[in-house]
Nanobody, 124 residues
Framework: QLQLVESGGGLVQPGGSLRLSCAAS????????IGWFRQAPGTEREGVSC????????MYADSVKGRFTISRDNAKNTVYLQMNSLKSEDTAVYYC?????????????????WGQGTQVTVSS
């Protein structure tokens, strides 16, 4: 059974950093396109970043470009989201999801399997 588990969330001050992890079981991560999404209270879930299966091309939402970096460790079957220069508007529950698109996308409907989410709170 395909399962994703996020970890690494927490409380951080503005300007700080966090690294989120998305660990997979039941499948090999690099054979799926993995996306990171987030949802703040009262808002719709939005795509943050993506790493494609195979060659590992990446994509970022404009709001996080230059601050967030997605990467994949095939040996650990884990995808990471390194988040630097965090802002209060980055506060949200962050989810990772797996899909079978060949190329990266930040559109939810292309991702079938989702983790349970991890809370990120940026506050002083």
């Amino acid at each position: 059974q395909l399962q994703l588990v996020e970890s690494g969330g927490g409380l951080v001050q503005p300007g700080g950093s966090l690294r989120l992890s998305c660990a997979a079981s039941g499948f090999t991560l690099d054979s799926y396109t993995i996306g990171w999404f987030r949802q703040a209270p009262g808002t719709e879930r939005e795509g943050v970043s993506c790493i494609s299966k195979g060659r590992g091309s990446t994509m970022y939402a404009d709001s996080v470009k230059g601050r967030f970096t997605i990467s994949r460790d095939n040996a650990k079957n884990t995808v990471y989201l390194q988040m630097n220069s965090l802002k209060s508007e980055d506060t949200a529950v962050y989810y990772c999801a797996a899909g079978q698109t060949l190329y990266c996308t930040l559109t939810e409907k292309f991702f079938r399997s989702w983790g349970q989410g991890t809370q990120v709170t940026v506050s002083s």
